[in-house]
Nanobody, 120 residues
Framework: TVQLVESGGGSVQLGGSLRLSCTAS????????MGWYRQTPGKEREGVAL???????IYADAVKGRFTISRDNAVNTVYLQMNSLKPEDTAMYYC??????????????WGQGTQVTVSS
């Protein structure tokens, strides 16, 4: 059974930081890009960041320069360091695993999500 288990969400004020973690199990993560999507009520899920095992990554324009994705392949874990958070970053954040490095196609696997709330 594929599992992506997120942790690290919470509530912060404008300009604050959070670090999300996600550990994968049940599939060979070496062949997948791991990363993060997010969703706010009434909107479609959107890609935030994806990274492959070789540390090649893509970011959504809205988070470039503020968010950093990293990956510890030894423990099948991906992280998202979020700095300079804004209220518009408020969303449910989902850990994902995808076979392609693109936000144009839905990922293959999804976690349950962790809530991030940024207040002004």
């Amino acid at each position: 059974t594929v599992q992506l288990v997120e942790s690290g969400g919470g509530s912060v004020q404008l300009g604050g930081s959070l670090r999300l973690s996600c550990t994968a199990s049940g599939y060979n993560s070496r062949y997948y890009y791991m990363g993060w999507y997010r969703q706010t009520p009434g909107k479609e899920r959107e890609g935030v960041a994806l990274m492959n095992i070789g540390a090649v990554a893509i970011y959504a324009d809205a988070v470039k320069g503020r968010f950093t994705i990293s990956r510890d392949n030894a423990v099948n874990t991906v992280y998202l360091q979020m700095n300079s958070l804004k209220p518009e970053d408020t969303a449910m954040y989902y850990c994902v695993a995808s076979r392609i490095l693109s936000f144009g196609q839905p990922p293959d696997y999804w976690g349950q999500g962790t809530q991030v709330t940024v207040s002004s």
